[in-house]
């Protein structure tokens, strides 16, 4: 009896692990492989710049100097394959400038929005430290440069196309969550800003931005 019970058993057994590993395998090639939603906040530098101001057809050189800045940001991404993936988002940038002109300096900002796409190569590992590669695509939704009491006026362009390079690293808290940290260098042409209330406007900008991002990652 009890050994007519224990071959009964011994099979059932064997299945039950066996169903239980195969669910284990799935269970992480889907966490690997589904959506996953990154909140981010960080820190912007960017190059000063010398402009150029063209006002009643007159122009005169402007420099600009760039302050303090942060940056914050919200990303959607799926995984392709184990090592691929690619994400879309938008990013909130703002820095502090001191503007000068013909020996008048005066106080502003700098405020844009990016919508981006970008393509990460993930490697893999061993430990719960996951960095990454990436390339991408931004779009200047809208970028403002305010100075000045709001007497020499706000000067904006949008739908600029730029390209970008990303270094990061992720760390596993859990199959789902993970903390992240990443550098990001965006670069765009040269290109100019109209006056909001006059004809005026600036040209040369060179708008190259370095950010330091730090966020979480949740997979689902």
Not at 22 to 40: H, I, L
């Amino acid at each position: 009896m009890m050994k007519n019970l224990k071959l009964k058993v011994i099979p059932v057994l064997c299945l039950l692990t066996s169903t239980l590993s195969v669910a284990q395998n799935s269970t992480n090639q889907e966490v690997r492989k589904n959506f996953y939603v990154k909140p981010y906040a960080g820190f912007i530098g960017v190059q000063n710049m010398d402009l150029i101001l063209t006002s009643d057809n007159e122009n005169s050189n402007v420099s600009v100097e760039n302050g303090f800045g942060y940056t914050a940001g919200i990303s959607l991404g799926y995984y392709l394959t184990e090592n691929i993936s690619t994400e879309i988002g938008w990013e909130y940038k703002s820095n502090e400038v001191t503007i000068s002109n013909d020996n008048i300096s005066s106080k502003g900002d700098y405020a844009s929005n990016f919508i981006y796409l970008n393509g990460i190569y993930n490697f893999k590992t061993k430990s719960r430290l996951k960095p990454y590669l990436g390339l991408g695509a931004s779009v200047i939704q809208e970028i403002d440069l305010d100075f000045g009491n709001g007497e020499n006026g706000s000067f904006s362009n949008s739908g600029n196309i730029g390209f970008q390079g990303i270094a990061g690293l992720d760390f596993n808290l859990s199959p789902r969550w993970a903390l992240n940290w990443e550098a990001k260098y965006v670069t765009f042409s040269e290109f100019g800003m109209e006056n909001e209330g006059d004809n005026s406007r600036l040209d040369n900008l060179k708008y190259n931005p370095v950010i330091f991002n730090i966020g979480v990652k949740y997979r689902f």
